[in-house]
């Protein structure tokens, strides 16, 4: 099972962090949406777009352009801030936002949500019953290792699990790690899409029942302007650049290719293909 997720953020993010001026990004990051929804076509392939809820507010015409193709939309938060400065009444009422400002547009319920930065942690579990008192049915935001603002790295399942407690159960789908030198390592988006050679990334996506994919678009653009450090972290700044930027002139031929060679489904498709009775429960 190989899902298709991408996170739409590029159109507020590079207007919040000043990566270039207006006039010379939007043209470029639009044509990116464009050559990844004529690609998804091509294939056959629906994906599910985790989007933001300031992009959707600035920017409606990406929702709609998204939605239009048939694609499953989701939030992926309204501001982009970290669970990690949130308190539970600020989560709730970003969360909230987002959900008003897509559904607006597309004009249907939606019940899928993507943290920012994978940042639902073993502290922060509280987030969940908040999701679901919002109408969310799926969550996406555990990262089943250490990373960067996030991660969740005792979280014990690498596949579809129930989130479950007295009160409410959600479907969750983590980001799928591989077990190197007594770590967990993911593979299937962001950063480490980028980093991982094609060949070890194909052996990988072969040999795992279960792929979970997250793409970004400023993971595509190799004519984006390249920053030092955009986000504070602890971290030396030559590791965060390289993490942000290595690989970036070849990434989306990669992306193509792995798209030509493996078959993907949506978040939907993948939910009605589980038989749920069987999945693992993680109770909170």
Same mark, same amino acid.
């Given at each position: 099972?190989?899902?298709?997720?991408?996170?739409?953020?590029?159109?507020?993010?590079?207007?919040?962090?000043?990566?270039?001026?207006?006039?010379?990004?939007?043209?470029?990051?639009?044509?990116?949406?464009?050559?990844?929804?004529?690609?998804?076509?091509?294939?056959?392939?629906?994906?599910?777009?985790?989007?933001?809820?300031?992009?959707?507010?600035?920017?409606?015409?990406?929702?709609?352009?998204?939605?239009?193709?048939?694609?499953?939309?989701?939030?992926?938060?309204?501001?982009?801030?970290?669970?990690?400065?949130?308190?539970?009444?600020?989560?709730?009422?970003?969360?909230?936002?987002?959900?008003?400002?897509?559904?607006?547009?597309?004009?249907?319920?939606?019940?899928?949500?993507?943290?920012?930065?994978?940042?639902?942690?073993?502290?922060?579990?509280?987030?969940?019953?908040?999701?679901?008192?919002?109408?969310?049915?799926?969550?996406?935001?555990?990262?089943?290792?250490?990373?960067?603002?996030?991660?969740?790295?005792?979280?014990?399942?690498?596949?579809?699990?129930?989130?479950? +407690? &007295?009160? $409410?159960?959600?479907?969750?789908?983590?980001?799928?790690?591989?077990? /190197?030198?007594?770590? @967990?390592? =993911?593979? *299937?988006?962001?950063?480490?899409?980028?980093?991982?050679?094609?060949?070890?990334?194909?052996?990988?996506?072969?040999?795992?029942?279960?792929?979970?994919?997250?793409?970004?678009?400023?993971?595509?653009?190799?004519?984006?302007?390249?920053?030092?450090?955009?986000?504070?972290?602890?971290?030396?700044?030559?590791?965060?650049?390289?993490?942000?930027?290595?690989?970036? +002139? &070849?990434? $989306?031929?990669?992306?193509?290719?792995?798209?030509?060679?493996?078959? /993907?489904?949506?978040? @939907?498709? =993948?939910? *009605?293909?589980?038989?749920?009775?069987?999945?693992?429960?993680?109770?909170?």
């Amino acid at each position: 099972m190989n899902i298709l997720t991408f996170d739409i953020e590029e159109w507020w993010v590079y207007d919040n962090y000043s990566i270039g001026k207006n006039i010379d990004y939007l043209p470029r990051i639009d044509n990116y949406l464009n050559d990844i929804l004529d690609l998804l076509d091509l294939c056959n392939f629906k994906a599910t777009f985790f989007c933001l809820g300031l992009v959707g507010l600035k920017y409606a015409y990406v929702i709609k352009k998204i939605a239009s193709r048939g694609h499953g939309i989701a939030s992926h938060s309204h501001s982009h801030k970290f669970l990690g400065d949130l308190n539970k009444n600020e989560f709730h009422e970003d969360t909230r936002k987002s959900l008003f400002i897509l559904e607006d547009i597309i004009g249907k319920k939606i019940d899928t949500y993507r943290a920012p930065a994978f940042s639902i942690t073993k502290d922060k579990i509280w987030a969940f019953e908040i999701l679901h008192n919002l109408g969310i049915k799926n969550d996406c935001s555990i990262f089943p290792s250490n990373r960067s603002f996030g991660g969740f790295p005792t979280f014990p399942f690498n596949e579809p699990t129930i989130i479950r +407690s &007295n009160y $409410f159960e959600l479907r969750e789908f983590p980001i799928p790690t591989v077990r /190197f030198f007594n770590k @967990n390592f =993911a593979f *299937s988006g962001g950063g480490y899409f980028r980093l991982i050679p094609y060949f070890v990334l194909t052996h990988l996506l072969k040999n795992n029942s279960y792929n979970m994919t997250y793409f970004h678009i400023k993971d595509f653009d190799s004519e984006q302007v390249h920053k030092w450090s955009i986000l504070s972290t602890s971290e030396s700044s030559f590791l965060r650049y390289f993490k942000d930027y290595y690989g970036i +002139s &070849n990434s $989306f031929n990669k992306f193509k290719k792995v798209l030509t060679n493996f078959d /993907f489904i949506d978040l @939907n498709q =993948a939910i *009605s293909s589980i038989n749920w009775d069987k999945a693992p429960v993680f109770n909170i």
